[in-house]
């Protein structure tokens, strides 16, 4: 009983922020730096609730790989500086590294170029019993090559299928393909990590202020800065025609850390708690062998 009301709570929780179907969504009715009640004093109880959720989730991923039987792929998109990586590293600090694959995805390479859009991340869709997260994704062709069209150029398409529909086709193939997923055995999760751009503004010049963060950023940062409306209205007509009830987008206030990752992991939680996972029951022969095997380790008679 307690674990049911756990979970209804945890799903009460991250409704506001999951988008199952696209058709009224506008991003602007989301608020970066909402923080679901909390105030900056309620901050100690908000990461203490996060520690209880990690723990919850190495749980729930022990018997995902034990059960294998379901894959789960988690996307995140976000602006830079919204915390992918910070979030991603909070939240799956208590799961088994064995049952967890992470792929962060930069610009295609010759070989990319090669293949169709979905080539790349395709290859590398977790197995079964795994979560697979994917740091960027096949939606940076919808969003990155949208907002810089000549990318477009470089992907060797017959000019002829380059045509003013091309932004729909990609969504309905994407949406095809999550579909596809679905219905093999994988539970989707979608995140876009919502930073405002103020706060945008100023995890940048912490980046140039702190020599420690010198490092995390280039001068094409400053640049695609300049694009943030154009990155903006790609956000918004991807989450619209892409949120589906199988593949559900979470808009995930970034502003403050502490309450984006906690937002993540409830996330995560709710979605390996709908399938009521178990370890595998052994068989009678199964059970057999193992008392079999118990009697030999009790007799402390090597053979």
């Known amino acids: 009983m307690a674990d049911k009301i756990t979970a209804k709570k945890i799903a009460k929780f991250i409704k506001p922020y999951g988008v199952t179907k696209g058709k009224k969504f506008h991003l602007k009715d989301f608020d ?48 830079d500086a919204a915390g992918k990586d ?71 398409l017959p000019p002829e299928l380059v045509s003013k529909n091309i932004w729909e086709e990609r969504y309905e193939d994407i949406n095809n393909f999550e579909r596809y997923l679905s219905r093999n055995g994988y539970v989707i999760r979608k995140f876009f990590l919502h930073l405002s751009n103020k706060e945008q503004k100023k995890r940048f010049l912490s980046r140039l202020d702190e020599p420690e963060k010198n490092w995390k950023f280039s001068s094409a940062d400053a640049r695609e800065r300049q694009r943030w409306d154009d990155y903006m209205e790609a956000y918004d007509g991807m989450i619209r025609q892409t949120a589906t009830p199988h593949a559900p987008w979470h808009i995930v206030p970034a502003d403050n850390k502490w309450f984006s990752r906690l937002v993540v992991a409830a996330v995560i939680v709710d979605a390996l708690q709908e399938l009521d996972l178990q370890f595998p029951k052994l068989d009678a022969e199964k059970r057999k062998d193992l008392q079999a095997a118990r009697q030999m380790l009790e007799s402390g008679k090597p053979r």
């Not at 379901?70 to 602006?79: K, P």
């Not at 967890?100 to 197995?127: A, M, N, V």
């Open 86 to 156: 910070g979030a991603i590293k909070h939240v799956m600090s208590g799961v088994n590294p064995q049952g967890c694959q992470i792929y962060s995805f930069k610009g295609p390479s010759p070989e990319d170029l090669d293949h169709d859009f979905l080539w790349r991340t395709t290859r590398c869709l977790p197995e079964r019993g795994r979560i697979g997260i994917f740091n960027r994704s096949y939606y940076e062709e919808v969003l990155v090559v949208r907002v810089h069209p000549e990318l477009l150029e470089k992907q060797k």
């Open 32 to 79: 970066p730096g909402d923080t679901g009640g909390y105030s900056s004093e309620e901050k100690p109880r908000a990461k203490a609730l996060l520690q209880q959720g990690i723990a919850m989730l190495s749980d729930l991923q022990e018997r995902l790989y034990a059960q294998d039987q379901w894959g789960v792929l988690l996307i995140f998109q976000a602006m």
